[in-house]
T-cell receptor, first 115, second 109 residues
Framework: EAGVAQSPRYKIIEKRQSVAFWCNPISGHATLYWYQQILGQGPKLLIQFQNNGVVDDSQLPKDRFSAERLKGVDSTLKIQPAKLEDSAVYLC?????????????FGPGTRLTVL | GQSLEQPSEVTAVEGAIVQINCTYQTSGFYGLSWYQQHDGGAPTFLSYNALDGLEETGRFSSFLSRSDSYGYLLLQELQMKDSASYFCASRRGGGKLIFGQGTELSVKP
């Protein structure tokens, strides 16, 4: 079974530039999550989708971050404009319906450096 | 509150047993998950406890006491490959996870 795919793996940008990350979840997983993991900290949930609807985006800085999951499969996370403090690893995870499973499967992440 | 508390680092020797503790805030709490993350890698699921008691999976066990808002991960017969960061995470409604800051485990020969 293929795992969660993410691209790019690494990205370096200047502050105030825009950047987008892509995620392809495990086939059949209805729930998709985007996390931000700053060095030395645990992952912090940014947004959770159930199929193509948003379940929770309470921690998403909506003035600069946006995410979508068209057709309930792939998802993109965008930052516009980026700030220095956005330097982190952005992790995508997917799971079966949370009512059926407690396990989230994580992708390898995109390491973002903002200069 | 949403915070979880766990030690920042633990060191142990090969073959030993180590326990990583985690305390959590009870608001909206459904259960406690544990994830392992090697340097530069993705977090991987280890265990989930919704009810009080011990869950055993091979060399790893996880324990939960809801009355004490406390859980732990127990790693037995430590191996070098167990050197990694271990995160406890509070599961909330809808499957949302709130992660702790992580415990870095170093296994020495």
């Amino acid at each position: 079974e293929a795992g969660v795919a993410q691209s790019p793996r690494y990205k370096i940008i200047e502050k105030r530039q825009s950047v987008a990350f892509w995620c392809n979840p495990i086939s059949g997983h209805a729930t998709l999550y985007w996390y931000q993991q700053i060095l030395g900290q645990g992952p912090k949930l940014l947004i959770q989708f159930q199929n193509n609807g948003v379940v929770d985006d309470s921690q998403l800085p909506k003035d600069r971050f946006s995410a979508e999951r068209l057709k309930g499969v792939d998802s993109t996370l965008k930052i516009q404009p980026a700030k220095l403090e956005d330097s982190a690893v952005y992790l995508c995870a997917s799971s079966l319906d949370p009512e059926l499973s407690n396990e989230q499967f994580f992708g390898p992440g995109t390491r973002l450096t903002v200069l | 509150g949403q915070s979880l508390e766990q030690p920042s680092e633990v060191t142990a020797v090969e073959g030993a047993i180590v326990q990583i503790n985690c305390t959590y805030q009870t608001s909206g709490f459904y259960g406690l998950s544990w994830y392992q993350q090697h340097d530069g890698g993705a977090p991987t699921f280890l265990s989930y406890n919704a009810l009080d008691g011990l869950e055993e999976t091979g060399r790893f066990s996880s324990f939960l006491s809801r009355s004490d808002s406390y859980g732990y991960l127990l790693l037995q017969e430590l191996q070098m490959k167990d050197s990694a960061s271990y995160f406890c995470a509070s599961r909330r409604g809808g499957g949302k996870l709130i992660f702790g800051q992580g415990t870095e485990l170093s296994v020495k020969p």
